[in-house]
């Protein structure tokens, strides 16, 4: 569904990505792996549309992603839930999720996803008229999750969903990707989470200083000493 | 007597009581956890302490000093700093002048631009940014702002520290890090008040945990009282 092929990305002089390749295929979770610094929000920025890249390319569904706009990448069905949420602090909870909807195809459904959306997460109905800068660092989380839903993605990019939660919401988030992968959405999943984000992807790929230096099946990397030590503190 | 102490502290926001009669005080030396559901007050009642909020009732005290209704560059220079949840760096300011506009932020004296820089640099190196100090703030990752910010915090000089959330989306090898610069922090002398969900952490540096939910204090204990609290497991730890 996503094939990433050798991609390299530079922030002005410094190459902050090297010859990256990948693939998600459809009905997958696949987890990226790695530490404070190595490249993980920087590749996702890179898929979808938000830094371009110096060389290599990137597909969705057959088709050459790089180079297009961001929006028209969430168009094709990639979402994309920022590290820190990101959401419109001026906006209210509701209209930063019609913010999500606006491809036409997601438009069109926005009621049923509303629907949806709020049983995920019943506190966004419940705030639904205050502004997002009002809301916790948590409900800012399950905002950004919710607009992206909000897009009907086929493939939804997850950049630390439990940063900021509760430990029990932090399990519920586990579980609700558990479900939209049920539901039929594609994953990628970055978490710092390592274990948790192990137990639940199928793949995984560990990044470390800009480099894919190891990937493979999920119950192989939870066995590998290297993950162990470098990122479940064992 | 507290170094840090708060007397039915309340603010509404509204109609909501976003932080409600809390009581709560943090003794010289001491590492105090502050945990609870998201959207419990946590960052509030920081919000509060620091003077970014007034509250609506309430009183909080510095070293015994009624401090309610101080501005926050006043709370600072008498020794109570903060770092922020949703980082607040100076995003096109190199990383080193954040840390030395800290530096002059604390303090009402004159201090050479030469002592400042050198005094940021010590400090980048001690919260290990120190490779980092010439790229604007903007340019580090989230996890690295959020040690720019207890850099910068640090700079200022405090008796008292809040940190907000400082281990979100580290590993599990990173946070045993970041657990060692707070014991490295407490060990210069500085207390320590600070928000937390990663429980590893909050269980092993923390002399004392409070609780809150829904605005209210529910619980207050040893980490091992908080741990097997049936309250606190049921609203915040899940089982």
Redesign the interface.
Same mark, same amino acid.
């Given at each position: 569904m996503l094939e990433v092929c050798d991609l390299n990305t530079h922030?002005g002089k410094v190459q902050a990505l090297w010859d990256i390749s990948l693939e998600v295929n459809e009905g997958e979770i696949v987890a990226l792996?790695g !530490?404070? %610094?190595a490249g993980k929000?920087t590749l996702v920025n890179t898929i979808s549309g938000l830094v371009k890249p110096s060389s290599g390319s990137v597909s969705f569904l057959d088709k050459r992603i790089n180079g297009l706009p961001a929006h028209v990448i969430v168009e094709l069905g990639i979402s994309y839930v920022p &590290?820190?949420g990101k959401v419109f602090p001026e906006m209210t909870v509701r209209e930063n999720m019609e913010m999500g909807a606006y491809p036409i195809r997601a438009w069109k459904q926005k009621d049923a996803t509303f629907e949806q959306v709020y049983r995920i997460f019943p506190?966004l109905k419940e705030r639904e008229k205050q502004l997002a800068r /009002?809301?916790? $660092? %948590?409900?800012? &989380? +399950?905002l950004a999750i919710g607009r992206a839903l909000m897009s009907k993605p086929m493939l939804c990019i997850f950049d630390?969903p439990s940063? $900021?939660?509760?430990? =029990? =919401?932090?399990?519920e988030m586990f579980q609700t990707i558990q479900n939209l992968k049920e539901q039929g959405i594609t994953i990628f999943l970055i978490e710092? #989470?390592?274990?948790r984000s192990l137990e639940i992807a199928d793949r995984a790929y560990v990044l470390e200083n800009g480099r894919v230096c190891l990937q493979g099946d999920c119950v192989e990397l939870l066995q590998s000493d290297h993950v162990r030590?470098?990122? +479940?503190? *064992? | 007597m507290f170094v840090l102490e708060g007397q039915g502290v309340t603010k509404y926001?509204g109609g909501l009581a976003a932080v409600s009669d809390v009581d709560f005080h943090v003794d010289q030396g001491e590492i105090v956890g502050l945990? %609870?559901?998201? $959207?419990?007050g946590? /960052?509030t009642l920081f919000g509060l302490i620091s003077a970014a909020l007034v509250p609506n009732s309430g009183t909080i005290r510095f070293k015994g000093e009624n401090i309610t209704g101080l501005r926050p560059h006043q709370i600072c220079k008498k020794g109570l700093a903060r770092t922020f &949840? !949703?980082v607040k760096v100076f995003s096109d300011m190199p990383v080193i002048n954040n840390v030395v506009l800290g530096v002059h932020f604390g303090t009402s004296e004159r201090v050479k631009a030469a002592q400042a820089a050198n005094e940021a640099d010590r400090l980048l190196e001690f919260v290990g940014l120190s490779g980092r100090a010439m790229v604007p703030a903007k340019?580090l990752? =989230?996890? #690295?702002q959020k040690l720019l910010e207890v850099a910068r915090a640090l700079a200022t000089k405090p008796e008292v520290l809040l940190l907000d959330?400082i281990m979100? $989306? =580290?590993?599990? /090898?990173?946070?045993?890090q970041a657990m060692e610069l707070v014991s490295k922090i407490r060990a210069q002398g500085i207390t320590i008040f600070m928000i937390e969900?990663v +429980?590893k952490a909050i269980m092993s540096v923390c002399d004392r945990i409070m609780v809150l939910d829904h605005g209210k204090k529910i619980a207050e204990g040893t980490p091992q009282e908080i741990a097997t609290s049936k309250m606190v497991v049921e609203?915040? *730890? %899940?089982e």
């Open positions: 922030y792996v !530490s404070n %610094g929000t &590290q820190g506190r /009002t809301l916790s $660092g %948590g409900e800012h &989380q +399950m630390e940063y $900021g939660l509760a430990p =029990l =919401l932090v399990k710092q #989470n390592v274990r030590k470098a990122y +479940m503190g *064992l | 926001f945990i %609870g559901p998201n $959207g419990a946590k /960052t &949840q !949703s340019d990752t =989230l996890v #690295n959330e979100a $989306g =580290l590993n599990s /090898t990173e946070i045993t969900h +429980m609203v915040y *730890l %899940g």
